[in-house]
């Protein structure tokens, strides 16, 4: 069975002790090789951008990675995914021919050839301290090569919106010409992105990942000498070079090619993959004993950076333990002093191992699909769980919190004091907005966005679809925490359908308060409501409504 960056090869040896082998003790960390920049001391997430749908204007005309024939509508029987993403904050997406959603919404899926999709990753990275992509790519002489070529471009204007930091990944799987190509790839086009400010940059070094030398299988057949000649090719142009490597590439059996050890440490930084090699706590623990504790040794010995790979897990084969996996590898990581940490990934509903956004129960699956949601076993967690997991892991790799063995995050938010907020990334509309404070701005979970209505037009109002009638009991409302009093007159409304409201809470002045964090709560009389119209009337701060967090708890 051939390597590629969906499956990895185990030794028997190795699937054997896992489980078996109890822990050592906690490691001293050890000094990086460099000092902080835009991979060592960061978050790095692996970012696919490889979904295109049928009519959203890509070169490559066809459904680009959600179904088996990419000709074909993606449907149960022409399906290549494992989990079903969140599609709530996406304002332009594709009809499948999956049967409708749990909730009785139709089962749409995004392009990635959308700027907006793609501006729409990079704020849930920028929320969720993911510091740097990595936009995958592989062999641009293929048909594909117009799209990614487009993608980059993409993800370079949103890395630069959201201050966010990428670099190129080159994939050289299945790349026949990958010596002479790659090279030619970075002359004539990438390099130019090195320009933009967003551009990853390390020792003062645009970035550059190679991912796929030293595997030990047909598609990736080069030798040592043709890989070392490129890797010395991108560091005479005055990169950092990363490699994607096998996770044996310190012992060079198992996945690893023999004799590719210096091509192993030509590389500025060791990135070995481990998709595919574990899933469960017991590995990750096998993991840290029996190579990050000596890779990180090996690497200290050759001043080279190390960044292991940290994994979600499968959803499909019900791996991530309601974030227990995930944080195991973070723990593991970071005990061992390693540099650096890579999420693989960020997008790729493929694997199932996707940290953006996912459905979180049955009612955001298609009906009869088969596909699991993030409740698969039995713990209900919100959709940016996996986002605000690496958050926080973020954060201990970078000394912000102890290190510690317990998953601080909990997989349903506390937002408001409450469970989950079910306006969260919902469909909204509105009487009117200036500027770019649009509706979305206040179910983004970001504080300081928000939604403004027109000047002096009173009244306006700002509305929020949950989906689905479900009970109710309160609506928090608040404004940017950094701005002074104001006190709104607000009315709260609600209707079944979007047409027929009733008044549920009539107009009353509300004091956002910045001493008490600019938020109100406003109850609601017991009662099931699918659309909450928020409308106000009056507001001493500004001739108009604003509004930075709409928020609705059960």
Not at 138 to 147: D, H, L, Q, R, V
Not at 234 to 239: D, L, N, P, V
Not at 361 to 384: Q, V, W
């Amino acid at each position: 069975m051939a390597i590629s960056r969906r499956t990895f090869i185990g030794s028997a040896a190795a699937a054997s002790a896992w489980g078996a082998l109890t822990l050592a003790g906690a490691r001293e960390a050890t000094a990086a090789a460099s000092p902080p920049g835009d991979v060592v001391g960061k978050i790095t997430v692996g970012y696919q951008g490889w979904f295109a749908c049928a009519g959203d204007g890509a070169p490559i005309n066809g459904w680009w990675h959600w179904s088996q024939d990419w000709s074909r509508t993606p449907s149960p029987s022409n399906n290549v995914i494992k989990a079903w993403p969140d599609m709530r904050e996406y304002t332009r997406t594709y009809p499948t021919a999956y049967g409708t959603l749990g909730d009785g919404r139709p089962a749409t899926l995004f392009s990635s050839y959308d700027q907006q999709t793609v501006d729409t990753h990079f704020r849930w990275m920028q929320q969720n301290g993911c510091d740097t992509a990595a936009l995958q790519r592989f062999n641009p002489n293929s048909s594909e090569g117009p799209t990614r070529d487009a993608m980059a471009a993409k993800v370079r204007s949103a890395a630069e919106a959201h201050g966010r930091k990428f670099y190129i990944m080159y994939d050289a799987t299945g790349w026949a010409n990958m010596q002479t190509e790659m090279k030619a790839d970075w002359s004539a086009k990438m390099s130019a992105h090195t320009a933009s400010p967003a551009y990853a940059r390390q020792n003062g070094k645009p970035v550059v990942c190679i991912w796929g030398f030293g595997y030990n299988d047909a598609n990736h057949p080069w030798d040592a000498a043709a890989c070392l000649d490129v890797v010395d090719w991108f560091k005479a142009q005055g990169c950092y070079v990363i490699g994607g490597v096998p996770r044996e590439w310190r012992t060079g059996d198992g996945g690893s090619r023999p004799g590719f050890s210096g091509v192993y440490h030509a590389f500025d930084m060791i990135s070995p993959w481990m998709v595919g090699a574990i899933g469960d706590v017991a590995g990750s623990d096998w993991t840290y004993q029996n190579l990050t504790v000596p890779d990180q040794a090996d690497c200290t010995a050759h001043g080279i950076d190390y960044q292991p790979c940290v994994l979600p897990g499968d959803v499909s084969a019900r791996q991530r333990a309601h974030g227990d996996f995930m944080w195991r590898q973070f723990y593991n990581m970071v005990r061992a002093g390693v540099q650096g940490i890579y999420i693989s990934m960020f997008d790729e509903y493929g694997e199932g191992n996707q940290i953006a956004k996912t459905a979180e129960n049955a009612a955001m699956t298609p009906a009869g699909s088969g596909l699991l949601a993030l409740d698969e076993d039995g713990t209900a967690c919100s959709s940016d769980y996996y986002l605000r997991l690496t958050a926080d892991g973020g954060r201990m790799l970078k000394g912000q919190l102890p290190l510690t063995a317990i998953r601080p995050t909990a997989p349903l938010p506390a937002t408001g004091g409450g469970p989950a907020d079910l306006a969260r990334g919902r469909t909204t509309t509105e009487s009117s907005h200036t500027q770019n404070y649009g509706a979305a701005n206040a179910v983004d979970g970001n504080p300081d966005t928000y939604w403004e209505s027109a000047n002096n037009a009173f009244p306006q109002w700002l509305q929020v679809d949950l989906g689905a009638a479900v009970p109710v009991t309160r609506i928090v409302a608040a404004v940017p925490p950094s701005w002074g009093a104001r006190t709104q007159t607000l009315t709260l409304s609600g209707s079944v359908d979007g047409t027929a409201f009733d008044t549920l809470v009539p107009a009353a002045g509300y004091t956002f308060d910045p001493g008490r964090g600019n938020t109100v709560t406003i109850t609601i009389p017991a009662g099931s409501h699918r659309f909450l119209r928020l409308t106000c009337s009056g507001n001493t701060g500004w001739p108009a409504g604003q509004i930075a967090r709409f928020e609705v708890y059960a």
